[in-house]
DNA sequence: AAACAAACCTGTGCGC
DNA sequence: TGCGCACAGGTTTGTT
């Protein structure tokens, strides 16, 4: 569910109100949230410590702690982050609960990871190990918010490939964090088929793209994300976003295209995933 | 090298 | 009302 623009909405709440707090004990229920290391490893690499960052690279969330080590989230597809009142009434699937020291100006509050669908992670590692503690995280590739991505660069990423571009799109490897909501809507902004090849583009496609990249992402930061039908993508407080209101081909199968007003949103699929586009609009 | 298929889980919505 | 199936914001692993 989460994509780049929903991760750094979470990130900027936990940067505000997360950042500076110390961590008093630490419960673990569901084992396989923690499966990349352990319950034991969790509790312990986390209790006593202060957290003192919030960032994010891709689709992973990173708060760097006073120990040195960093703790790592991954919400996948259902995970939330969520911050409450200490005592409060726990949601279903709420797998870890770090316990957050009172302060100056707020009570003793609990930081949440809840995930119905287990796909999510929460692990503490050595940064200076990260090639090896998790090797997902040291090979991912350009981040288009946190890092520069240049038309230069973009180029060279998409004439050194033979690929589709929606599969480049949604490999993590290559460009990290645009997921299958925003690949659809930058291709649809940048006027490309999703079964164009990256290195058939020209420059004028070349160049749509990276426009395109670079006004979609940062809207939907703008507008805290999208939160669809289920509700399932909401911030550190509950609250959901409002981007999903400014899709123009996501989720709408069937229904004339909005940009065009002539064209009618056609539904394949490419890389296992479901992939919306206007057959008038994009060439 | 790159696309495809299955797998990991739970919940929801829809047709019958 | 209930059942079964399709589908869901992601990623990994193994196969063509």
């Not at 918010?145 to 990423?157: E, F, P, W």
């Not at 426009?211 to 992402?217: G, P, T, Y």
């Not at 199968?253 to 995933?273: D, H, P, Y």
Request: include cysteine; hydrophobic fraction near 40%.
């Amino acid at each position: 569910m989460p994509e780049l623009p929903e991760v750094e909405t979470v990130r900027r709440g936990l940067h505000r109100f997360v950042v500076g707090r110390h961590v008093q004990r630490v419960e673990v229920g569901r084992e396989r949230t923690v499966r990349r290391t352990s319950r034991q490893q969790l509790i312990d690499g986390l209790t006593g410590t202060t957290i003192i960052g919030a960032n994010r690279r891709g689709k992973y969330l990173l708060l760097p702690l006073d120990s040195g080590d960093e703790v790592m989230i991954h919400l996948r597809m259902s995970g939330q982050v969520l911050i409450a009142d200490a005592g409060a009434v726990r949601p279903p699937h709420t797998h870890v609960v770090a316990h957050l020291a009172p302060g100056v100006g707020y009570g003793a509050q609990e930081l949440w990871f809840v995930d119905p669908r287990t796909f999510g992670e929460v692990v503490v590692f050595d940064p200076t190990n990260v090639a090896v503690e998790i090797p997902d995280l040291a090979r991912l590739g350009i981040d288009p918010i946190a890092d520069d991505l240049s038309l230069a660069v973009l180029r060279r990423l998409l004439r050194a490939r033979h690929r589709l571009l929606k599969p480049l799109l949604l490999d993590q490897h290559v460009i990290a964090g645009i997921g299958n909501i925003y690949a659809d809507e930058i291709l649809h902004e940048a006027r490309l088929r999703p079964d164009r090849m990256s290195d058939e583009l020209g420059p004028a496609g070349e160049r749509r793209l990276h426009d395109a990249i670079h006004r979609i992402l940062p809207a939907a930061v703008s507008a805290g994300g999208s939160t669809l039908g289920d509700a399932q993508y909401v911030d550190l407080f509950g609250a959901g976003g409002s981007y999903q209101d400014a899709h123009r081909v996501y989720g709408r199968t069937g229904e004339r295209c909005i940009t065009c007003g002539v064209g009618w949103i056609r539904r394949t699929v490419s890389a296992q995933r479901s992939t919306h586009f206007c057959p008038r609009c994009q060439r």
